[in-house]
């Protein structure tokens, strides 16, 4: 298994652009999320998916859309980016088992907004 | 609404000292408790996790965390650190059930040879 895939691994971005961060796991997890992660801050959760077709806003979704065609795939998009989005992305996949959730990141994406 | 602290945003110890990572957490329902370890440049991965049963969980590497409820703290420890360890460690709590996973903000652990 390759795990969580995550690409590009740096992106540097001028205001208002846009991109599409990807993310891909091949251990057919249902569950996946996308967090950011800035200094003295952890990490934030900002979507996450239940299963293909479905997603939800985590804690600091402005500003970031996704989607969830297949179970494989759950790709962040940035529609206009702004300097405030400059931040390390990770993506993750969960499994589940005996009840209890276990998160599988990726290596992340370095993104600077200017 | 769920919370987690961790006390400290550096903690340097000695080689083959104690170490002792502090993490308070604050749940409405029972919680799920997580300990990740981050090397440089590196997504995080789990160390250990308390779900239910045994209040003291062992994880990787040697290291392990005592839930306690009166105290609403998972702090984690190693008997004796390794230079290997200098890392940053992210404690975390889910509710039992729930969807989201909330992240503390991190400790540095240093390791002095």
């Known amino acids: 298994n390759a795990g969580v895939t995550q690409t590009p691994k740096f992106q540097v971005l001028k205001t208002g652009q846009s991109m599409t961060l990807q993310c891909a796991q091949d251990m057919n997890h249902e569950y996946m999320s996308w967090y950011r992660q800035d200094p003295g801050m952890g990490l934030r959760l900002i979507h996450y998916s239940v299963g293909a077709g479905i997603t939800d806003q985590g804690e600091v979704p402005n500003g970031y859309n996704v989607s969830r065609s297949t179970t494989e795939d759950f790709p962040l998009r940035l529609l206009s980016a702004a300097p405030s989005q400059t931040s390390v992305y990770f993506c993750?996949?969960?499994?589940?088992?005996?009840?209890?959730?276990?998160?599988?990141f990726g290596p992340g994406t370095r993104l600077l907004v200017l | 609404a769920q919370s987690v602290t961790q006390l400290g945003s550096h903690v340097s110890v000695s080689e083959g000292a104690l170490v002792l990572l502090r993490c308070n957490y604050s749940s409405s329902v029972p919680p799920y408790l997580f300990w990740y370890v981050q090397y440089p440049n590196q997504g995080l991965q789990l160390l250990l996790k308390y779900t239910t049963g045994a209040t003291l969980v062992k994880g990787i590497n040697g290291f392990e965390a005592e839930f306690k409820k009166s105290e609403t703290s998972f702090h984690l420890t190693k008997p004796s650190a390794h230079m290997s360890d200098a890392a940053e460690y992210f404690c975390?709590?889910?509710?039992?059930?729930?969807?989201?996973?909330?992240f503390g903000a991190g400790t540095r652990l240093f390791v002095k040879a």
């Open positions: 993750a996949s969960s499994l589940t088992s005996g009840g209890v959730e276990t998160q599988y």
């Open positions: 975390a709590v889910r509710d039992t059930g729930g969807f989201k996973t909330i």
